[in-house]
């Protein structure tokens, strides 16, 4: 079968793209007042648009929900930013399977799925100072894609969501090399795991930068998932056989059996949180308690602070998200039929 070749994102007509984006956001405030009112428990929803960051793509869904969710019509996925991480340090790797996920979409009717954009970036360095500011920028491709993301798609009513399941090496690397950014990004992270007194930034995902952990709570926008569920039970080997028979159902089924059986491997959280309403249902306040110590391997303590700047999900309803993936699956409309 002959693969449907796609551009990936580049530099397109700015002012159209702006224009287009005001009007949807004029419309949505002046019609959706009651559709606000807990709609959702997060200051951003289906409505933003998000670039999601990941590394490696066999172990949870985060990728096959993403590219659902921004089929059903609501989001717009604007970028898919691939890197390195955790045990899946192949860059080429991961972007090929990236694509491959990509390609099964396409070929299958889905529509508002971008081709990934592959980064090979290394871990930020912690000046001797700990002064933030004084921090060495990378310049990676995946800080200067998030740069033109944000300027490209940013409302002020609607910043760019970054969904990550990864490192936060590259947003980290986007602020040194462009400040203003945190104008018009909100960060929602897969990181961490809860405490007594608030969270860590620890496995999963929060050990792999602990200086980027630093940079990312003390200048963004930061809402952080620290609670997971069973993601073998989303897809169970039962259900298979329920799976769209097109190429991106098979790619679900060959994938099935590899499903991490992890209490914290479940990056999906991230994107569900800001596209299935419902699905976050508790929520609180939480302060960094600072930049970390040298040689620090793991990133700041979040801790419970009613003022804090930062949000933290504590709470999720995940049947809420399982119907949702469901309904997209089961519905031959998501394929375009």
């Known amino acids: ?198 969270a860590t930034m620890a496995n999963p995902n929060g050990e792999m930068d602990p200086w980027a952990d630093t940079i990312v709570t003390a200048h963004f926008r930061y809402i952080q998932i620290s609670v997971f569920y069973d993601q073998t039970a989303d897809i169970p080997a039962s259900r298979v056989p329920e799976l769209p028979a097109n190429e991106f159902g098979d790619w679900m089924a060959d994938k099935q059996p590899g499903i991490w059986d992890l209490p914290v491997a479940s990056d999906q959280v991230a994107i569900l949180a800001v596209w299935v309403p419902g699905f976050v249902t508790g929520v609180e306040r939480v302060s960094p308690a600072g930049p970390v110590d040298a040689g620090a391997t793991i990133g700041p303590e979040l801790l419970k602070d009613p003022n804090g700047p930062v949000m933290l999900v504590s709470q999720i309803d995940y049947d809420a998200a399982r119907r949702a993936i469901w309904r997209l699956l089961d519905s031959p409309a998501t394929f375009g039929k």
């Open 1 to 198: 079968m002959t693969k449907r070749i796609r551009q990936t994102i580049s530099g397109g007509p700015r002012r159209a793209v702006r224009i287009l984006a005001a009007i949807v956001a004029l419309f949505a405030a002046n019609c959706t007042q009651t559709y606000d009112a807990g709609y959702n428990l997060l200051p951003v929803d289906r409505r933003n648009p998000v670039v999601l960051m990941n590394d490696g793509l066999n172990d949870n869904w985060q990728g096959e929900y993403a590219v659902l969710l921004a089929n059903s019509g609501w989001p717009r996925l604007v970028g898919i930013v691939v890197g390195k991480g955790g045990t899946a340090f192949d860059p080429d790797a991961n972007f090929t399977a990236w694509q491959g996920l990509v390609n099964a979409a396409v070929a299958s009717g889905l529509r508002g799925i971008p081709d990934p954009v592959k980064v090979d970036s290394e871990l930020l360095k912690r000046p001797e100072s700990g002064n933030i500011e004084e921090t060495v920028p990378n310049y990676s491709d995946g800080a200067l894609f998030l740069r033109w993301a944000a300027e490209t798609y940013a409302l002020p009513d609607r910043p760019l969501v970054v969904v990550t399941g990864t490192r936060l090496t590259d947003v980290a690397d986007a602020y040194l090399i462009d400040p203003t950014i945190v104008d018009r990004v909100v960060v929602v992270s897969s990181l961490g795991s809860l405490t007594a007194t608030g």
